[in-house]
């Protein structure tokens, strides 16, 4: 298997744009985590889905970043409109019922 | 809210030395915790996964141990080598199977 896809791997945009993020599952896989990554505050849970359903999006910073999940092979984060505060490593990760966790390599992504 | 504690933070040893890493938290209804490998400018990589219903996981050198009493894990890394250089992470996962990471142990190994 491939493992988790992710795309792009790097993203720079000017505040204010919208970016989307997107995140290819392993197969077979039915449970899907975002997270935010940075120097300040670690490895943060943005929002957790199961069976394509978000279960837990309690970490979702604000209104301006959603996160779908149209069917069981593929996620998208996006963040409308982006600010220079958003500037982080945001990695997708998936597993089979929510047991061992495999991570994609992630998107960097800097907002100017 | 579940807390995760790794300590120590910063870690530099000679090769060969023998390595313990530990992370704790402070809810007792687990249902699994794993620990990660993180390469600077990676993603995470999945070391050991323990379940609730174990006590320790080995592969090769790195063994895992989990006590949900004390509400601690540690990272058992034998003969250590500078490939072992990088930052491990554990992560918590509760009823809700919602992980939790700590902040990781960034790991030196020195010829």
């Known amino acids: 298997d491939a493992g988790v896809i992710q795309s792009p791997r790097h993203e720079v945009t000017e505040m204010g744009q919208e970016v989307t993020l997107r995140c290819k599952p392993i197969?077979?896989?039915?449970?899907l985590f975002w997270y935010r990554q940075t120097m300040m505050r670690g490895l943060e849970l943005l929002i957790y889905?199961?069976?394509?359903?978000?279960?837990?999006d309690s970490g979702m910073p604000e209104d301006r970043f959603s996160a779908k999940m149209p069917n069981a092979s593929f996620s998208t984060l996006k963040i409308q409109p982006s600010e220079p505060r958003d500037s982080a490593v945001y990695f997708c990760a998936s597993s089979l019922s929510s047991y061992e966790q495999y991570f994609g390599p992630g998107t960097r992504l800097t907002v100017t | 809210k579940q807390e995760v504690t790794q300590i120590p933070a910063a870690l530099s040893v000679p090769e060969g030395e023998n390595l313990v890493l530990n992370c704790s938290f402070t809810?007792?209804?687990?249902?699994?915790l794993q620990w990660f490998r993180q390469d600077p400018g990676k993603g995470l990589t999945s070391l050991l996964l323990i379940q609730s219903s174990q006590r320790e996981q080995t592969s090769g050198r790195l063994n895992a141990s989990l006590d949900k009493s004390s509400g601690r894990s540690t990272l058992y890394i034998a003969a250590s080598q500078p490939g072992d250089s990088a930052t491990y992470l554990c992560?918590?996962?509760?009823?809700?199977?919602?992980?939790?990471f700590g902040r990781g142990t960034s790991l030196i190994v020195h010829p």
């Open positions: 992560a918590f996962s509760g009823g809700s199977y919602i992980p939790t």
């Open positions: 809810d007792s209804a687990i249902y699994n």
């Open positions: 889905f199961n069976n394509n359903v978000p279960i837990d």
């Open positions: 197969s077979g896989h039915n449970s």
